[in-house]
Protein backbone atom coordinates (compact mmCIF):
# COMPACT_ATOMS: atom_id res chain seq x y z
CA UNK A 1 0.00 0.00 0.00
CA UNK A 2 1.89 3.31 -1.15
CA UNK A 3 1.79 6.62 0.99
CA UNK A 4 -1.71 7.86 0.19
CA UNK A 5 -3.63 5.54 1.31
CA UNK A 6 -1.65 4.43 4.38
CA UNK A 7 -3.46 6.78 6.85
CA UNK A 8 -6.97 5.53 5.35
CA UNK A 9 -5.33 1.68 6.26
CA UNK A 10 -4.04 3.34 9.54
CA UNK A 11 -8.00 4.19 10.55
CA UNK A 12 -9.41 0.98 9.42
CA UNK A 13 -11.16 -1.91 12.06
CA UNK A 14 -9.10 -4.81 12.21
CA UNK A 15 -11.86 -6.56 9.66
CA UNK A 16 -11.46 -3.67 7.08
CA UNK A 17 -8.27 -4.10 6.83
CA UNK A 18 -8.02 -7.38 6.06
CA UNK A 19 -11.08 -7.12 3.61
CA UNK A 20 -9.89 -9.37 1.26
CA UNK A 21 -8.71 -12.02 3.18
CA UNK A 22 -12.08 -12.33 4.10
CA UNK A 23 -13.75 -12.15 1.04
CA UNK A 24 -11.71 -14.69 -0.55
CA UNK A 25 -12.55 -16.50 2.56
CA UNK A 26 -16.19 -16.09 2.26
CA UNK A 27 -16.12 -17.40 -2.03
CA UNK A 28 -14.30 -20.44 -0.56
CA UNK A 29 -16.80 -21.37 1.42
CA UNK A 30 -19.58 -20.82 -0.35
CA UNK A 31 -17.72 -22.78 -2.96
CA UNK A 32 -17.13 -25.26 -0.51
CA UNK A 33 -20.70 -25.28 0.83
CA UNK A 34 -22.22 -25.40 -3.11
CA UNK A 35 -19.36 -28.58 -3.72
CA UNK A 36 -20.03 -30.91 -0.62
CA UNK A 37 -24.28 -29.90 -0.24
CA UNK A 38 -25.02 -30.01 -4.07
CA UNK A 39 -28.89 -29.72 -2.88
CA UNK A 40 -28.00 -26.58 -0.92
CA UNK A 41 -28.21 -24.47 -3.82
CA UNK A 42 -31.71 -25.50 -5.19
CA UNK A 43 -33.08 -24.82 -1.50
CA UNK A 44 -31.41 -21.28 -1.48
CA UNK A 45 -33.08 -20.77 -4.75
CA UNK A 46 -36.23 -22.07 -4.01
CA UNK A 47 -36.53 -19.46 -1.22
CA UNK A 48 -37.79 -16.80 -3.42
CA UNK A 49 -40.19 -14.56 -2.80
CA UNK A 50 -42.17 -13.27 -5.70
CA UNK A 51 -39.52 -13.99 -7.70
CA UNK A 52 -36.86 -12.50 -5.91
CA UNK A 53 -34.19 -14.67 -3.32
CA UNK A 54 -34.93 -13.80 0.29
CA UNK A 55 -31.37 -15.11 1.82
CA UNK A 56 -29.71 -12.56 -1.07
CA UNK A 57 -32.08 -10.05 -0.40
CA UNK A 58 -31.61 -10.10 3.63
CA UNK A 59 -28.06 -10.13 2.72
CA UNK A 60 -28.02 -6.90 0.39
CA UNK A 61 -30.00 -5.09 2.44
CA UNK A 62 -27.70 -5.51 5.29
CA UNK A 63 -25.07 -4.59 3.65
CA UNK A 64 -26.36 -1.45 1.91
CA UNK A 65 -28.35 0.45 4.77
CA UNK A 66 -25.07 1.21 7.03
CA UNK A 67 -23.59 2.79 3.94
CA UNK A 68 -26.73 4.44 3.20
CA UNK A 69 -26.59 5.67 6.55
CA UNK A 70 -23.80 7.36 6.21
CA UNK A 71 -24.72 9.50 3.47
CA UNK A 72 -25.62 13.56 3.77
CA UNK A 73 -28.63 13.84 1.83
CA UNK A 74 -28.33 17.61 2.72
CA UNK A 75 -25.25 17.64 -0.05
CA UNK A 76 -27.30 16.20 -2.75
CA UNK A 77 -27.63 19.00 -5.04
CA UNK A 78 -24.14 19.54 -5.21
CA UNK A 79 -23.86 16.15 -7.54
CA UNK A 80 -26.97 16.63 -9.43
CA UNK A 81 -25.92 20.08 -10.68
CA UNK A 82 -22.61 18.76 -11.35
CA UNK A 83 -22.84 17.89 -14.84
CA UNK A 84 -18.87 16.83 -15.37
CA UNK A 85 -19.88 13.48 -13.20
CA UNK A 86 -23.67 12.94 -14.27
CA UNK A 87 -23.44 13.49 -18.40
CA UNK A 88 -20.18 10.90 -18.57
CA UNK A 89 -22.07 8.21 -16.06
CA UNK A 90 -24.97 8.46 -18.25
CA UNK A 91 -22.76 7.39 -21.20
CA UNK A 92 -20.06 5.40 -20.03
CA UNK A 93 -23.15 2.69 -18.38
CA UNK A 94 -25.76 3.38 -20.96
CA UNK A 95 -23.86 3.34 -23.76
CA UNK A 96 -20.52 2.06 -24.07
CA UNK A 97 -20.65 -0.60 -21.14
CA UNK A 98 -23.31 -2.95 -22.68
CA UNK A 99 -21.50 -2.04 -26.19
CA UNK A 100 -18.23 -3.50 -24.65
CA UNK A 101 -19.84 -6.37 -23.24
CA UNK A 102 -21.43 -7.38 -26.47
CA UNK A 103 -18.28 -6.81 -27.98
CA UNK A 104 -16.38 -9.40 -25.27
CA UNK A 105 -19.50 -11.87 -25.23
CA UNK A 106 -18.89 -12.53 -29.19
CA UNK A 107 -14.78 -11.89 -29.23
CA UNK A 108 -14.08 -14.45 -26.34
CA UNK A 109 -16.99 -16.72 -26.74
CA UNK A 110 -18.48 -16.67 -30.24
CA UNK A 111 -19.04 -20.71 -30.36
CA UNK A 112 -20.97 -21.00 -26.51
CA UNK A 113 -24.06 -18.88 -27.72
CA UNK A 114 -25.32 -19.45 -23.65
CA UNK A 115 -22.67 -17.58 -21.50
CA UNK A 116 -22.36 -14.76 -24.51
CA UNK A 117 -25.92 -14.38 -23.83
CA UNK A 118 -25.33 -14.90 -19.84
CA UNK A 119 -22.52 -12.01 -20.44
CA UNK A 120 -24.52 -9.38 -22.55
CA UNK A 121 -27.31 -9.57 -20.10
CA UNK A 122 -24.74 -9.26 -17.43
CA UNK A 123 -23.40 -6.26 -19.32
CA UNK A 124 -27.36 -4.58 -19.40
CA UNK A 125 -27.51 -4.72 -15.53
CA UNK A 126 -25.86 -1.61 -14.20
CA UNK A 127 -24.82 -1.75 -10.51
CA UNK A 128 -26.92 -0.53 -7.69
CA UNK A 129 -26.37 -2.29 -4.16
CA UNK A 130 -22.54 -3.71 -4.31
CA UNK A 131 -21.21 -0.75 -6.05
CA UNK A 132 -22.10 1.56 -2.78
CA UNK A 133 -19.27 -0.82 -0.36
CA UNK A 134 -16.22 -0.32 -3.08
CA UNK A 135 -16.97 3.42 -3.52
CA UNK A 136 -16.94 3.84 -0.03
CA UNK A 137 -13.79 1.47 1.12
CA UNK A 138 -12.19 3.48 -1.98
CA UNK A 139 -12.95 7.07 -0.20
CA UNK A 140 -15.29 7.89 -3.03
CA UNK A 141 -17.81 10.27 -3.18
CA UNK A 142 -21.09 8.72 -1.08
CA UNK A 143 -23.59 11.18 -1.99
CA UNK A 144 -22.47 11.51 -5.61
CA UNK A 145 -22.97 7.21 -5.34
CA UNK A 146 -26.63 7.75 -3.93
CA UNK A 147 -27.43 9.86 -7.10
CA UNK A 148 -25.74 7.99 -9.59
CA UNK A 149 -27.12 4.52 -8.30
CA UNK A 150 -30.29 6.27 -8.66
CA UNK A 151 -29.58 7.40 -11.69
CA UNK A 152 -28.95 3.73 -12.95
CA UNK A 153 -32.49 2.49 -11.45
CA UNK A 154 -34.56 4.82 -13.05
CA UNK A 155 -32.61 3.94 -16.46
CA UNK A 156 -32.88 0.15 -15.42
CA UNK A 157 -36.48 0.10 -14.99
CA UNK A 158 -36.63 2.20 -18.19
CA UNK A 159 -34.25 0.70 -20.91
CA UNK A 160 -33.64 -2.97 -19.41
CA UNK A 161 -35.54 -4.43 -21.97
CA UNK A 162 -35.28 -2.44 -24.52
CA UNK A 163 -31.64 -2.73 -24.11
CA UNK A 164 -32.32 -6.42 -24.08
CA UNK A 165 -33.88 -6.37 -27.40
CA UNK A 166 -31.50 -4.36 -29.51
CA UNK A 167 -27.95 -6.57 -28.36
CA UNK A 168 -30.06 -9.71 -28.78
CA UNK A 169 -31.77 -9.74 -31.34
CA UNK A 170 -31.25 -6.68 -33.43
CA UNK A 171 -27.93 -5.75 -33.42
CA UNK A 172 -27.19 -9.75 -34.09
CA UNK A 173 -28.89 -9.41 -37.06
CA UNK A 174 -27.94 -6.75 -38.30
CA UNK A 175 -24.64 -8.21 -38.43
CA UNK A 176 -25.91 -11.49 -39.58
CA UNK A 177 -24.95 -13.04 -36.34
CA UNK A 178 -26.80 -15.34 -33.87
CA UNK A 179 -29.95 -13.97 -32.53
CA UNK A 180 -31.69 -14.42 -28.78
CA UNK A 181 -34.39 -13.03 -27.05
CA UNK A 182 -34.83 -11.79 -23.61
CA UNK A 183 -38.55 -11.94 -21.96
CA UNK A 184 -38.63 -10.10 -19.45
CA UNK A 185 -41.14 -6.53 -17.87
CA UNK A 186 -40.53 -3.00 -16.87
CA UNK A 187 -42.28 -4.09 -13.86
CA UNK A 188 -40.29 -7.18 -12.90
CA UNK A 189 -37.28 -4.59 -13.20
CA UNK A 190 -38.84 -2.19 -11.02
CA UNK A 191 -39.69 -4.63 -8.12
CA UNK A 192 -36.14 -5.74 -7.73
CA UNK A 193 -34.70 -1.66 -8.51
CA UNK A 194 -37.25 -1.42 -5.19
CA UNK A 195 -35.97 -3.84 -2.83
CA UNK A 196 -32.05 -3.83 -3.59
CA UNK A 197 -31.90 0.16 -3.57
CA UNK A 198 -35.52 1.78 -2.99
CA UNK A 199 -36.08 -0.34 0.63
CA UNK A 200 -32.26 0.26 2.00
CA UNK A 201 -31.92 3.74 0.74
CA UNK A 202 -35.58 4.71 2.45
CA UNK A 203 -34.20 3.48 5.56
CA UNK A 204 -30.79 5.05 5.28
CA UNK A 205 -32.61 8.56 4.61
CA UNK A 206 -35.16 8.01 7.59
CA UNK A 207 -32.33 6.77 10.22
CA UNK A 208 -30.07 10.15 9.60
CA UNK A 209 -32.97 12.14 9.46
CA UNK A 210 -34.43 10.70 12.69
CA UNK A 211 -31.14 10.92 14.12
CA UNK A 212 -29.98 14.12 13.39
CA UNK A 213 -33.36 15.39 15.42
CA UNK A 214 -33.65 13.80 17.58
CA UNK A 215 -29.91 13.55 18.97
CA UNK A 216 -27.78 16.13 16.48
CA UNK A 217 -25.22 15.33 13.93
CA UNK A 218 -22.70 14.86 15.96
CA UNK A 219 -24.00 12.44 18.00
CA UNK A 220 -25.47 10.89 14.82
CA UNK A 221 -21.53 10.48 12.91
CA UNK A 222 -19.36 9.69 15.56
CA UNK A 223 -21.71 7.58 17.96
CA UNK A 224 -24.37 5.62 15.73
CA UNK A 225 -22.54 5.48 12.75
CA UNK A 226 -19.68 3.48 13.81
CA UNK A 227 -22.36 1.01 15.22
CA UNK A 228 -24.21 0.24 12.27
CA UNK A 229 -21.11 0.73 9.61
CA UNK A 230 -19.35 -3.12 10.38
CA UNK A 231 -22.91 -4.25 9.21
CA UNK A 232 -22.07 -3.50 5.86
CA UNK A 233 -18.95 -5.50 5.58
CA UNK A 234 -20.85 -8.77 7.56
CA UNK A 235 -23.71 -8.10 4.97
CA UNK A 236 -21.23 -8.61 1.94
CA UNK A 237 -19.21 -11.65 3.12
CA UNK A 238 -23.05 -13.34 4.07
CA UNK A 239 -24.18 -12.95 0.16
CA UNK A 240 -21.26 -13.89 -1.41
CA UNK A 241 -21.21 -17.36 0.56
CA UNK A 242 -24.72 -16.98 -0.82
CA UNK A 243 -23.96 -16.29 -4.04
CA UNK A 244 -21.30 -19.07 -4.64
CA UNK A 245 -22.59 -21.67 -2.98
CA UNK A 246 -25.66 -21.59 -5.35
CA UNK A 247 -23.73 -22.29 -7.73
CA UNK A 248 -20.89 -23.89 -5.96
CA UNK A 249 -21.43 -27.38 -7.70
CA UNK A 250 -21.67 -26.11 -11.20
CA UNK A 251 -18.75 -23.82 -10.88
CA UNK A 252 -16.82 -26.67 -9.57
CA UNK A 253 -17.45 -29.22 -12.12
CA UNK A 254 -16.98 -26.75 -15.63
CA UNK A 255 -13.96 -25.21 -14.78
CA UNK A 256 -12.82 -24.61 -18.09
CA UNK A 257 -16.33 -23.34 -19.06
CA UNK A 258 -15.69 -20.77 -15.69
CA UNK A 259 -12.04 -19.79 -17.30
CA UNK A 260 -13.51 -19.18 -20.45
CA UNK A 261 -16.39 -16.61 -19.28
CA UNK A 262 -14.05 -15.09 -16.79
CA UNK A 263 -11.70 -13.88 -19.20
CA UNK A 264 -14.15 -11.24 -20.78
CA UNK A 265 -14.83 -10.22 -17.56
CA UNK A 266 -11.66 -9.21 -16.51
CA UNK A 267 -11.25 -7.69 -19.95
CA UNK A 268 -14.62 -5.94 -19.45
CA UNK A 269 -13.74 -4.39 -15.39
CA UNK A 270 -10.22 -3.36 -16.56
CA UNK A 271 -11.18 -1.49 -19.07
CA UNK A 272 -14.40 0.70 -17.60
CA UNK A 273 -12.29 1.17 -14.35
CA UNK A 274 -9.85 2.45 -15.88
CA UNK A 275 -11.48 4.30 -18.59
CA UNK A 276 -13.79 5.79 -16.71
CA UNK A 277 -10.89 7.13 -13.87
CA UNK A 278 -9.12 8.19 -16.96
CA UNK A 279 -12.34 9.97 -18.37
CA UNK A 280 -13.09 11.73 -14.46
CA UNK A 281 -9.48 13.18 -14.30
CA UNK A 282 -9.61 14.50 -18.18
CA UNK A 283 -12.88 16.57 -17.41
CA UNK A 284 -11.52 17.87 -13.87
CA UNK A 285 -13.30 15.35 -11.24
CA UNK A 286 -11.43 15.15 -8.21
CA UNK A 287 -10.66 11.95 -6.99
CA UNK A 288 -13.37 11.39 -4.49
CA UNK A 289 -16.45 11.83 -7.67
CA UNK A 290 -13.72 10.08 -9.98
CA UNK A 291 -13.67 7.13 -8.12
CA UNK A 292 -17.56 7.11 -8.08
CA UNK A 293 -18.07 7.11 -11.54
CA UNK A 294 -15.19 4.43 -11.89
CA UNK A 295 -16.82 2.03 -9.85
CA UNK A 296 -20.46 2.84 -10.68
CA UNK A 297 -19.59 2.39 -14.25
CA UNK A 298 -17.40 -1.03 -13.79
CA UNK A 299 -19.49 -2.61 -11.39
CA UNK A 300 -23.48 -5.07 -12.59
CA UNK A 301 -26.08 -5.40 -10.74
CA UNK A 302 -25.50 -9.63 -10.23
CA UNK A 303 -28.76 -10.23 -8.73
CA UNK A 304 -30.51 -8.53 -11.49
CA UNK A 305 -28.32 -10.45 -14.07
CA UNK A 306 -28.88 -13.74 -12.36
CA UNK A 307 -32.73 -13.09 -11.49
CA UNK A 308 -33.46 -12.52 -15.22
CA UNK A 309 -31.47 -15.53 -16.69
CA UNK A 310 -32.87 -17.90 -14.32
CA UNK A 311 -36.30 -16.54 -15.16
CA UNK A 312 -35.83 -16.85 -18.79
CA UNK A 313 -33.69 -19.45 -19.44
CA UNK A 314 -33.67 -21.45 -16.76
CA UNK A 315 -31.75 -22.20 -13.40
CA UNK A 316 -29.46 -25.01 -14.38
CA UNK A 317 -29.15 -22.91 -17.57
CA UNK A 318 -25.23 -21.70 -19.33
CA UNK A 319 -26.85 -18.12 -19.08
CA UNK A 320 -27.38 -18.28 -15.35
CA UNK A 321 -23.83 -20.01 -14.83
CA UNK A 322 -22.94 -16.62 -16.67
CA UNK A 323 -24.02 -14.89 -14.72
CA UNK A 324 -23.16 -16.34 -11.45
CA UNK A 325 -19.43 -16.10 -12.88
CA UNK A 326 -20.43 -12.20 -12.72
CA UNK A 327 -19.51 -11.80 -9.50
CA UNK A 328 -17.01 -14.40 -8.96
CA UNK A 329 -14.68 -12.60 -10.77
CA UNK A 330 -16.46 -8.72 -10.12
CA UNK A 331 -15.51 -9.04 -6.16
CA UNK A 332 -11.81 -10.04 -6.23
CA UNK A 333 -11.21 -7.58 -9.17
CA UNK A 334 -13.19 -4.76 -7.27
CA UNK A 335 -11.96 -5.02 -4.25
CA UNK A 336 -8.32 -5.01 -5.99
CA UNK A 337 -9.07 -1.73 -7.71
CA UNK A 338 -10.25 -0.48 -4.24
CA UNK A 339 -6.25 -0.35 -3.31
CA UNK A 340 -5.61 1.60 -6.86
CA UNK A 341 -8.01 4.36 -6.31
CA UNK A 342 -6.35 4.26 -3.08
CA UNK A 343 -3.02 4.78 -4.56
CA UNK A 344 -4.02 7.11 -7.17
CA UNK A 345 -4.88 10.20 -5.34
CA UNK A 346 -2.19 11.73 -5.45
CA UNK A 347 -2.38 12.16 -9.22
CA UNK A 348 -5.82 14.06 -8.71
CA UNK A 349 -6.02 17.64 -8.27
CA UNK A 350 -7.13 19.27 -5.22
CA UNK A 351 -11.40 20.06 -5.20
CA UNK A 352 -13.42 21.12 -2.66
CA UNK A 353 -15.14 17.76 -3.15
CA UNK A 354 -14.59 15.98 -0.13
CA UNK A 355 -13.77 12.15 0.31
CA UNK A 356 -15.69 9.49 2.47
CA UNK A 357 -14.22 8.86 5.11
CA UNK A 358 -13.18 5.34 6.32
Known amino acids: MTAASAPVASRLSFLDRYLAVWILAAMAAGLGLGRLAPGLGDLLAGMTVAGVSLPIAIGLLVMMYPVLAKVRYDRLGTVTRDRRLLLPSLLLNWVLGPALMFALAWLFLPDLPEYRTGLVIVGLARCIAMVIIWNDLACGDREAAAVLVALNSVFQVLTFGLLGWFYLTVLPGWLGLEQSALDVSAAEIARSVLIFLGLPLLAGFLTRKLGERTKGRTWYEDRLLPKTGPFALYGLLFTIVLLFALQGYAIASRPLDVARIALPLLVYF????????????????????ATTLAFTAAGNNFELAIAVAVATFGATSGQALAGVVGPLIEVPVL??????????????PRTEEGPATA
Do not use: K, N, Q, T
Open 270 to 289: GLMWGGSMALGRAVGLGHPR
Open 335 to 348: IGLVHVALAVRRRF
